[in-house]
């Protein structure tokens, strides 16, 4: 039998993935959601002559919002990078009267603009809770927008601008503070978290945003993620002539992936670990003298997580000693995300709102197939009272961080969903402004959630 009759030639095409699971879960989506109950709130919110107002107010700048969608998909900056997309959510705002400021709490494409917390001089007024909208405009290298931060941007400019209008057209109408926050860096920055440190957030009580998916759920699931970077040092040799006077990095490397890889099997439900080699040696003919991976560790509970990272650091240092190298372990290159904490009593507010337009919400419990992404915002969440909803406007297969999901984050249909989530965003709010027994409901449900978390420290 010769060589040749072994021959096979695969090519450069991979097999394509199998939709089987991604059905099954869409089979069991259906059937939930047929069988949930519909989400509900015993508070009364906001009246219905403030939300008409909020209503047609977005309606009215829903022009805008398109333009200003349209032109941060196109501009795509990445992380900390986004100078001409903030200049353009500022432009827009001042477009309406509203100024801004940029490069706030030092960060250069950080915004703020402000509704001050009483705007009717009436005597005795009494000024409310601080309230933050937050707005997302990075993009992702390679594919854009394929996070669908464009549409972020949009939703919770049109947010403000709306209770900006009611504000104008009925000085008691929006009775409290409210911020629109442009936080950068969100993708592979964790912009939030710079933020918070810097102070943004001191005298926030409540922060909301909305984020696009392939459906609409009240309580995302979003899980932690830490990152680490491994190196391992060993002793540089000539790989032909005198192995046995080297000590392998990249062996110590590629072992370290494995372990890593044989305790996924190990891991909670959920959890997830992905790395790759970043450095592994320059040629075969020497014995590489340096090896560096980079993890990203992601757990449902910080608890959990906390744990998970003692594990990682177990496997970096065992290896050493089994291969006889040395190792530095750093982590956290840049700040950590925490899961997120979803606020019962404004996530049914949302829904509510969404029920308006005319959608559908659901709890992420009733939904199959939760996502096991991260974002900053679980930082915020652990801080102070939050909601980080999520809106369709692809289907449920379409997966975030794809070329697919960006064609419809730059779609001119994706306009429904910035409207319906500038809506959503604007009329929570209003409601926990004007209902004190739902403001004292969002701060019972975050201090039975365990309150504010020293979210610096949480891994010290």
């Known amino acids: 039998m010769t060589a040749a009759t072994h021959d096979v030639r695969i090519g450069a095409r991979p097999t394509t993935p199998s939709t089987l699971h991604l059905d ?9 959601a047929g069988d949930a109950s519909p989400i509900s709130s015993p508070h009364d919110g906001a009246s219905r002559s403030v939300r008409a107002i909020l209503a047609a ?3 009215d700048v829903a022009p805008a919002l398109g333009a200003l969608s349209a032109h941060l ?7 900390f990078a986004e100078a001409k997309s903030a200049e353009a959510v500022a432009d827009t705002l001042a477009a309406r009267g509203i100024r801004s400021e940029l490069g706030v709490f030092g960060l250069p494409t950080a915004l703020v603009a402000e509704l001050p917390a009483d705007a009717s001089g009436a005597p005795g007024a009494q000024s409310g809770p601080t309230i933050a909208v937050l707005a997302e405009y990075d993009a992702l290298p390679g594919v854009g927008h394929a996070c669908g931060h464009n549409l972020i941007a949009a939703s919770a400019v049109g947010a403000f601008l709306a209770l900006a209008e009611a504000r104008r057209q009925d000085a008691s109408a929006v009775p409290g503070r409210v911020l629109l926050i442009g936080t950068p860096a969100e993708e592979g920055g964790n912009g939030k978290e710079l933020l918070a440190r810097a102070g943004a957030f001191d005298d926030v009580d409540i922060a909301v945003m909305a984020h696009p998916f392939g459906a609409d759920l009240a309580d995302p699931v979003f899980i932690g993620r830490r990152i680490v970077r491994i190196v391992y040092h060993g ?19 590629v072992l370290n992936y494995q372990a890593v890889g044989l305790l996924r099997q190990h891991l909670p439900p959920g959890d997830r670990i992905h790395g790759v080699v970043i450095d592994g040696g320059a040629r075969p003919n020497v014995v590489p003298e340096r090896a560096e991976l980079e993890y990203y560790v992601r757990s449902h509970e910080t608890a959990t997580l906390r744990e ?8 970096a240092h065992g290896i050493a000693l089994a291969t006889g190298t040395g190792v530095e372990i750093a982590w956290d290159p840049q700040p950590f995300s925490l899961p997120i904490r979803h606020n019962g009593p404004l996530a049914a507010r949302w829904a509510l709102a969404q029920a308006e337009r005319g959608r559908r919400v659901l709890r992420a419990a009733d939904a199959p197939g939760a996502q096991a992404a991260s974002t900053d915002f679980g930082n915020i969440s652990q801080r102070l009272p939050g909601i980080h909803p999520v809106i369709a406007i692809a289907p449920p297969e379409i997966a975030l961080h794809t ?8 779609s001119p249909a994706s306009l429904e969903a910035v409207t319906d989530a500038a809506y959503g965003l604007a009329a929570t709010v209003a409601d926990v402004l004007a209902d ?7 701060r019972d ?10 979210v610096e420290r949480t891994f010290e």
Not at 73 to 79: G, Q, R, S, V
Not at 403 to 410: D, K, V
Not at 445 to 454: I, M, N, R, S
């Open 24 to 32: 099954a879960v869409a089979r069991e989506a259906e059937r939930l």
């Open 57 to 59: 107010a977005v309606d």
């Open 73 to 79: 998909f196109a501009l795509a900056e990445p992380a």
């Open 235 to 253: 002793v540089a040799a000539h790989a032909a002539a005198a192995p046995f006077q080297g000590r392998n990095a990249l062996d110590a490397a």
């Open 308 to 315: 998970l990272s003692a594990r990682v650091d177990d496997i």
């Open 403 to 410: 070329r697919e999901f960006a064609e419809y984050a730059g």
């Open 436 to 442: 004190a027994d739902l403001l004292a409901a969002v």
């Open 445 to 454: 449900d975050f201090a039975a959630a365990g309150g504010p978390v020293d």
